[in-house]
Nanobody
Framework: QVQLVESGGGLVHTGGSLRLSCAAS????????MGWFRQAPGKEREFVAC????????FYADSVKGRFTISRDNAKITVYLQMNNLKREDTAVYYC??????????????????WGQGTQVTVSS
């Protein structure tokens, strides 16, 4: 069982930056691929980024590529999402997710085993 708790959301102006954190419990955290998703009001939850167990391999949605960076610190049992040059369309609740298994590149909601409760990110002009 893995429990995930996101933090770091808030209100920021366009062009600003935020760093989200996702603290995990569970001694097998390093075995999990991790992902970030987001859900804007009235829209479906969508994939943002994912990272493999070691942190070497990452993959991003086209909408955030070049602006967001996913990373992880297995010693701290935490995964991060650095968000730069934020746009109004980045406004959403951001969720982290964990997937157990060898395959790390997962973009579908049903490919993840555990989810956090989410943290709100609001970007205003």
């Amino acid at each position: 069982q893995v429990q995930l708790v996101e933090s770091g959301g808030g209100l920021v102006h366009t062009g600003g930056s935020l760093r989200l954190s996702c603290a995990a419990s569970g001694r097998t955290f390093s075995s999990y691929a991790m992902g970030w998703f987001r859900q804007a009001p009235g829209k479906e939850r969508e994939f943002v980024a994912c990272i493999n167990w070691s942190g070497v391999s990452t993959f991003y949605a086209d909408s955030v590529k070049g602006r967001f960076t996913i990373s992880r610190d297995n010693a701290k049992i935490t995964v991060y999402l650095q968000m730069n040059n934020l746009k109004r369309e980045d406004t959403a609740v951001y969720y982290c997710a964990a997937a157990f298994g060898r395959r790390w590149l997962r973009v579908g909601l049903d490919e993840y085993d555990y989810w956090g409760q989410g943290t709100q990110v609001t970007v205003s002009s």
